[in-house]
């Protein structure tokens, strides 16, 4: 999760814009769903590469579903 926003922050300040982190987006969020989902399923002891796919593949959805829908995470005042 770190990689992921991190990336974004840096790309963003290079290039004098406000970070996409910053302005209501859902990508850290995502992250953060996709990483408990990731821990709860190792808890379990699921396999893995399924483990892997099924933390990639509810990020990836939730991102798409997001972009889609033009949904935002409300900002806090």
């Known amino acids: 999760m770190f ?7 840096i790309r963003d ?6 970070p ?6 859902v990508y850290a969020s995502a992250c953060l769903a996709g990483a408990v989902v990731y821990l709860t399923l ?3 002891g699921l396999d893995r590469d399924t483990n892997l796919l099924g933390s990639i ?3 990836i959805i939730i991102r798409l579903v997001a972009v889609k ?3 935002n995470l409300p900002i806090l005042k």
Request: aromatic share 14%; net charge neutral; hydrophobic share 55%.
């Open 57 to 59: 593949a509810l990020i």
């Open 3 to 9: 990689s992921a926003v991190m990336g974004g922050v």
């Open 69 to 71: 829908f033009k949904l």
């Open 13 to 18: 300040t290079l290039t004098n814009e406000i």
């Open 20 to 25: 996409i982190l910053f302005r209501k987006e």
């Open 42 to 44: 190792d808890y379990f």
